[in-house]
């Protein structure tokens, strides 16, 4: 029971670290809560300037990582890497239509187009969502579910330059205050809350947090999923440009078509897992005479694969801390 009860408390604090919310609520039946809100409190902010229609700001980054971290935390899911599910569930959470929102959120360009291991969804040619993304050619990839959003005006992509990883929480900040809007996001923002009192006490008022709520148990959507074939990897995908094929005898190749990264979480295995199989296991070696321990990358084992069930098989509901 111990050694349980420890394994929870781990997830639960990894979840803290991705921005995924940490407290267990109650659902009906035996549906199973990743996280909670802070306070749950409801928010008259966020109306809009002169008083229009009310405007909602997605952290996109945040919400795709936290989706993650949730079906870590609720499934013991091992895959590390941000999800466009988790996007697309905020996006549809129903109470925006009923205030009439204008709801837009922000999201690092690379999680829609770009390397493999930087795209939602993506991560390495093993991990792949095959259903959710497209090969471009020259080693560049497409979520083609963000893509849509983007193309409907929701999705608003922002470049981060190198060393400028918070390129899209200051977008976001900025555009929030230009319009009194409401912030939805796990990261209370405060490497960028230091020393400026005004910004302190404006997202004091209108950040508010959010949860992902699950309506199944593992138990039950392992027994339902035997039905099926879970799309993951990229045997599933189409063979990959004639043109790219030849060196590779029409198969997909890391090298060829999923070289490199955006983003540092999956190039290694202890990085694109969640849990103690992520870390990596030491070794011996010998430098200048010494005896030193060195990592030793262990084989990937990501278990079931949670996050690229068809969404009938997980029903999800994004669970904001605002409530209208």
Same mark, same amino acid.
């Given at each position: 029971?111990?050694?349980?009860a420890?394994?929870?408390?781990?997830?639960?604090?990894?979840a803290?670290?991705?921005?995924?919310?940490?407290? %267990?609520?109650?659902?009906?039946?035996?549906?199973?809560?990743?996280?909670?809100?802070?306070?749950?409190?409801?928010?008259?902010?966020?109306?809009?300037?002169?008083?229009?229609?009310?405007?909602?700001?997605? /952290?996109?980054?945040?919400?795709?990582?936290?989706?993650?971290?949730?079906?870590?935390?609720a499934?013991g899911?091992?895959?590390?890497?941000?999800?466009?599910?988790? *996007?697309?569930?905020?996006?549809a959470?129903?109470?925006w239509?009923?205030?009439?929102?204008?709801?837009?959120?922000?999201?690092?360009?690379?999680? *829609?187009?770009?390397?493999? #291991?930087?795209? %939602?969804?993506?991560g390495?040619?093993?991990?792949?969502?095959?259903?959710?993304?497209r090969?471009?050619?020259?080693?560049?990839?497409?979520?083609e579910?963000?893509?849509?959003?983007?193309?409907r005006?929701r999705?608003?992509? !922002?470049?981060?330059?190198?060393?400028?990883?918070? %390129?899209?929480?200051?977008?976001?900040?900025?555009?929030?205050?230009?319009r009194?809007?409401?912030?939805?996001s796990?990261?209370?923002?405060?490497?960028?809350k230091?020393? *400026?009192?005004?910004?302190?006490?404006?997202?004091?008022? #209108?950040?508010?947090?959010?949860?992902?709520v699950?309506?199944? /148990?593992?138990?039950?959507?392992?027994?339902?999923?035997?039905? !099926?074939?879970?799309?993951?990897?990229?045997?599933?995908?189409?063979?990959?440009?004639?043109?790219?094929?030849?060196?590779?005898?029409?198969?997909?190749?890391a090298? !060829? #078509?999923?070289?490199?990264?955006?983003?540092?979480?999956?190039?290694?295995?202890?990085d694109?897992l969640?849990?103690?199989?992520?870390?990596p296991?030491?070794?011996?070696?010998?430098?200048m005479?010494?005896?030193?321990?060195?990592?030793?990358?262990?084989?990937? /084992?990501?278990g079931?694969?949670?996050?690229?069930?068809?969404?009938?098989?997980?029903?999800?509901?994004?669970?904001?801390?605002?409530?209208?």
């Amino acid at each position: 029971m111990r050694s349980r009860a420890t394994a929870t408390r781990r997830r639960r604090h990894r979840a803290r670290r991705w921005g995924a919310p940490t407290r %267990a609520a109650a659902v009906e039946g035996d549906g199973v809560s990743a996280g909670v809100g802070e306070d749950g409190a409801s928010a008259s902010e966020g109306e809009g300037v002169g008083g229009g229609r009310p405007v909602i700001v997605l /952290d996109g980054a945040n919400i795709a990582w936290g989706y993650s971290a949730a079906l870590h935390a609720a499934f013991g899911s091992k895959n590390k890497q941000p999800l466009s599910r988790g *996007v697309l569930a905020a996006l549809a959470h129903e109470d925006w239509a009923k205030i009439d929102a204008d709801v837009v959120c922000f999201v690092p360009s690379t999680y *829609v187009e770009g390397p493999l #291991h930087g795209l %939602a969804d993506g991560g390495d040619l093993s991990t792949v969502v095959a259903k959710n993304v497209r090969y471009l050619g020259g080693g560049a990839w497409r979520n083609e579910k963000l893509y849509a959003e983007v193309e409907r005006g929701r999705v608003v992509l !922002v470049e981060r330059p190198a060393g400028k990883r918070s %390129a899209d929480d200051l977008k976001i900040i900025d555009y929030a205050r230009e319009r009194e809007a409401r912030i939805i996001s796990n990261d209370r923002y405060n490497d960028h809350k230091m020393g *400026v009192g005004s910004l302190k006490a404006y997202l004091k008022s #209108h950040l508010f947090d959010y949860e992902f709520v699950f309506g199944t /148990d593992k138990k039950r959507i392992e027994h339902q999923a035997e039905a !099926v074939e879970v799309c993951v990897g990229s045997k599933y995908l189409p063979s990959p440009p004639v043109e790219e094929s030849e060196e590779t005898n029409g198969e997909w190749s890391a090298e !060829v #078509h999923a070289s490199g990264s955006s983003r540092p979480w999956a190039r290694y295995a202890k990085d694109a897992l969640w849990g103690k199989n992520g870390q990596p296991r030491m070794k011996k070696r010998r430098s200048m005479g010494k005896a030193v321990r060195a990592p030793q990358i262990p084989a990937k /084992d990501l278990g079931f694969p949670f996050w690229a069930l068809d969404d009938e098989f997980i029903p999800c509901v994004f669970n904001p801390s605002c409530k209208f």
